[in-house]
């Protein structure tokens, strides 16, 4: 019996020690681990750079080779979109879009008459597409997607926040000059769906008055920040002469997809007449914007400004 007892005290002096052992050695890792900031392991260290996944890259259009970039800030792998419902301030960046289908602030319970205002697409534009650029003119990078255009053959339609135009009308004149379309995409870049007529009306017409006298043309379209719409805001562009447009493909470049995902994304859905929803100043984009076109090209489109797109309208 004390033979057996003495035997049992043993091993549960042995197992402990082993465990003791196991927690002693689990103890020194941790502290390699911390004493080496994780790197060593694999392991971010806490308030590192943000990864810069990709280089910008752009087609020089004076001799057509690939000029390779830095881009001017480092894409955070991961960062979530910046949801915001707040009235963008003149002097900010506007936030992009933010619904893969334009959002309805009324829901009208009749037949919806005003709906059918709203451009999406034109199927009956035969074999062409229209690409649009929203939130811009932006210094640095409004020239860039013009050279990619210029460089492929294509062209496009810019929808430019008002506020932004004036410190930049250069960059208005140059979309024009080169083929390019310059749309009104209001002038405070906020929810004109959720406000009375007379305020969207006020909106849209102070950006219109700003980028006529820019451009010294009319300005056709109009597309409502973040596809905020509703029966006021359609009543209030037709009232102003402008027709309403959203799109039919939207691959959400703002939430920085891989550029290949922009292209693939779009790639799947384009048909005759598809307005392409993209963004001014997101890397991701830019390193799309040749290889759609390319891809586009090689399937018989066209590329076009909204005007053209919808001549025959
Ligand atoms: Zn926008």
Not at 3 to 8: G, L, P, V
């Amino acid at each position: 019996m004390g033979k057996q007892s003495k035997a049992n005290e043993c091993q549960g002096w042995l197992k402990a020690l082993l465990k003791a052992e196991q927690f002693t050695f689990a103890l020194l890792v941790l502290i390699v681990i911390l004493a080496s900031g994780g790197e060593s392991w694999g392991l971010p260290r806490s308030g590192a750079e943000p990864i810069k996944n990709y280089q910008v890259s752009v087609v020089n259009a004076d001799n057509n080779k690939m000029v390779v970039e830095e881009p001017s800030k480092s894409v955070p792998v991961g960062e979530a979109p910046k949801p915001s419902g707040e009235i963008t301030k003149p002097e900010e960046t506007p936030e992009p879009e933010e619904t893969e289908q334009p959002e309805e602030t009324t829901k009208p319970s009749g037949p919806k008459v005003w709906h059918k205002k709203i451009i999406r697409q034109f199927p009956g534009a035969g074999h062409k597409v229209a690409i649009t650029f929203d939130d811009g003119p932006r210094p640095e990078w409004t020239e860039r997607y013009l050279r990619v255009l210029e460089a492929k053959g294509a062209r496009a339609t810019f929808f430019v926040v008002g506020a932004q135009a004036p410190k930049n009308a250069d960059l208005v004149r140059a979309i024009l000059a080169s083929g390019n379309e310059v749309g009104n995409h209001s002038w405070s870049h906020s929810f004109l769906g959720k406000v009375p007529e007379d305020v969207v009306r006020a909106d849209i017409s102070k950006s219109m008055e700003v980028l006529e006298k820019i451009t010294g043309q009319p300005i056709k379209y109009f597309r409502p920040p973040y596809g905020s719409i509703s029966p006021q805001l359609v009543a209030a562009a037709e009232s102003l002469g402008v027709k309403t447009v959203t799109w039919s493909i939207d691959p959400r470049d703002w939430a920085k997809p891989l550029p290949e995902k922009i292209v693939n994304h779009v790639m799947n859905r384009v048909q005759n007449g598809s307005i392409i929803l993209l963004h001014e100043g997101h890397p991701g984009t830019l390193v799309a914007l040749p290889l759609l076109i390319n891809k586009l090209q090689e399937k018989g489109y066209e590329l076009v400004t909204l005007s053209e797109l919808l001549s025959g309208q």
